[in-house]
């Protein structure tokens, strides 16, 4: 543990060597006086000046290099310089004000601070490392988000599950698939991070304009080109090709996208042996064009298939403690194909009749296919391992305490379409703003369900078991340095009954209905003299669903004080009422029946924060610290193994969940974006009638902390590192079947560190010697160690059963080790 805590110490100092080429000098307005906190950079790069107006930058030499000088309100200025090898060259500049647009400025800028929003840069989602970097995995390092699996884009946000977050793509929302059960199935998600502008993520108490979930809200805006340009980006997981270009005397702006991904890399690294065949496609395209001034038409559209096809073979899993170490060895027949294939169109005009008023008519269509079809048959031996340090067979089967097989079988298909229209208003009067809009949706599903699991210990069909009895749990050994030697062991003793298919489920379902949502906001900025800023935000909205004749009303509000104090501090109070009407996942319940009876759950949210921008070492950093409440009504409880989620589709619960998120970002090292989170949390739910009070929900995980951090050499920018560090406390879970009472383990802590080394070839400002670099917009290369430290982390657990000694042991599922993965991105 000690030798982890150094590494990452050292990881966070930064690279001790001082380069000798630099430019340096003052910044000051026409009267002469010091300008602070100008940022004067090159490239990717910069420094901001000090109270006293002044700067230094340490540089790369060369030829032709464009510095530039920014600041708010201030008209900006830029020059090319050269420079020779350990040349300083001294560099003062002039800043003129903006003229008459200094008070909409700085009104802007306060409006977007007080949402409490948190804004994620795009040069921070470049250069995220993990097997699932992009907009979705950079979110995971922000507070109040946790996830669990490096496999999957999933995350939960304050207790909440994955079906809990809202996700919205230039205002339209996004859905996942509905029917994937692991993160090595689920393929990419819809947002395209390399045609992302904007990414804003609220973990909770957020505005009425956005729909109706319980957890969190990410909101995602694709950017209009300015001109043409071609991306480039290929690692051993797959590639990404962006195209944008404008026309027709810039009024026709095109951003096209095609993915590919494929997961080989993470999978052969799995314990199953297996031929696996990944493929991941994803075509996006996103177009708009000024018909006049006012009018602007766009199309939003994707294509995304993924398929997962696995022909398994042989599984070999060591788990258990020095006092008890065992293997399960598995022998497969059969395979699995996943489908999962989405369309998305979406057709939009903006109107902007006058400056402060702007209205956005759409209409989107969304289908989702899915299949999944699978047949496997698997053959089991789990046997004592020999801890005899002295013996010729140490390590190896001493004694076979149970044999045994299952087969699992499924022909699940379904379809469903989603299409709606839609329109949006916002009106701008001074310090006041109004939002309002209304969706008319129509929903038509077809699911068909056929699923079954048959298992055999001994020559005995195991049958479906009602209840559970546990022997007590053994605690893992550790070793010296207090990490784990191994898996825990779970024991159950499984209670007889009459011989069955230990599951089968059979049911063909069609769903159609009507949804009908409205809401209106009215926010403002009230300046009170010389006490501070009040701003302040009030909504409401409503929800209307024809399947169960359900219109529930959501207002909310929230208040923001920023006093006029030298701290540069903003009070943040927000409350409101967040219900969620069930799509279709929350309307099946485990044997696939549908509730026709199922209603709108119901949280309410309770959120206190403050957000503190300060200076250390005369670099800009801020610190914002939440706390919550939320009280649950009307809860659907569910169960939740790997990523699938499975709902009992009846509101029989109620809960809370009450916790503190802290963050603090900012320029740990000059000119890059970096930060620490830290979350604690519980969240726990009362079934009616189990008799078990209060008992968490399988989402309790107490704490998280994550780092993500940037550097560079100061002698060479060029040469950048960025790390990511996740920890998280384990989940509660138990065997199949058990009932909330009976989920009394939790998984072991997830452990994690991400590091990416990379040198880029080509910079946006310099002009090379070697005239191909010249051909390149920008170009980089990168080395990724995924799972620096060789954590094994677990997902779930499969429990083999021994009838003949009733007990049933849990089996770990590890995620990835150690893996390596090169990088390489070039724009033109």
Known sequence: MRLVLAAISLLFVSFSSFGQTQIFGHVTDPAGRPIDGVRVGVGDYYTLSNDSGYYELDLVHGKRLLVYFINFGYEPDTLYIGLEKNEKKEINRVLFLIPNILDEVSLVDKKGRFDGQIQVGVKSIESFVGPNSGVEGIIKTLPGVSSYSELSSQYSVRGGNFDENLVYVNGIEVYRPFLVRNGQQEGMSFINSSMVSNVRFSAGGFEARYGDKMASVLDITYRKPTGFGLSVEGSLLGGNLVYEDRMAKDRLSILLGARYRTNQLLLGSLDTEADFLPRFTDVQAYIAYDLTDEWELNFLGNYSRNLYQVIPESRSTDFGTIQESLRLNVFFDGREDYDFTTRFAAFGANYRPRKDLRLTFQSSVFQTTEQEYFDVIGAYRLGELNTNLGSDQFGEISFTRSIGAFQNYARNYLDAIVANVSHRGILEQGKVTWRWGAKLQVEDILDRYKEWERIDSAGFNVP???????????????????????????????????????????????????????????????????????????????HYWSFNNQNVISPRASLSYKPAWESDMVFRVSAGFYYQPPFYREMRNLEGGLNEEIRAQRSIHLVLGNDYQLRIWNRPFKMVTEVYYKDFASLIPYDMDNVRIRYRAVNNARGYATGLDYRINGEFVPGIESWASLSLMTIREDIEGDGAGFLPRPTDQRLNFKIFFQDYLPNDPSFRVSLTLAYGTGLPFGPPQATAAERVFRLPDYRRVDIGFSKVLKSESREYDWKFLNNFRSLWVGLEVFNLLDITNTISYLWVKDISTAREYAVPNYLTPRLLNLKLVAKI
Do not use: H, K
């Not at 003793?493 to 489920?505: G, K, T, V, Y």
């Not at 209106?520 to 909504?539: H, K, T």
């Open 464 to 542: 479906n078991g009602s209840g559970f009895n546990y022997d007590s749990l053994i605690v893992t050994a550790v070793d010296g340095a207090g990490n784990p030697v191994a898996g825990d062991v779970y024991t159950s003793i499984l209670e007889e009954d009459e011989l069955q298919l230990f599951e089968s489920f059979a049911s063909r379902i069609s769903v159609n209905s009507i949804r009908a949502t409205a809401y209106v906001e009215r926010s403002a900025l009230i300046p009170i003299d010389s006490a501070g800023d009040l701003f302040y935000n009030v909504g409401l909205r409503s």
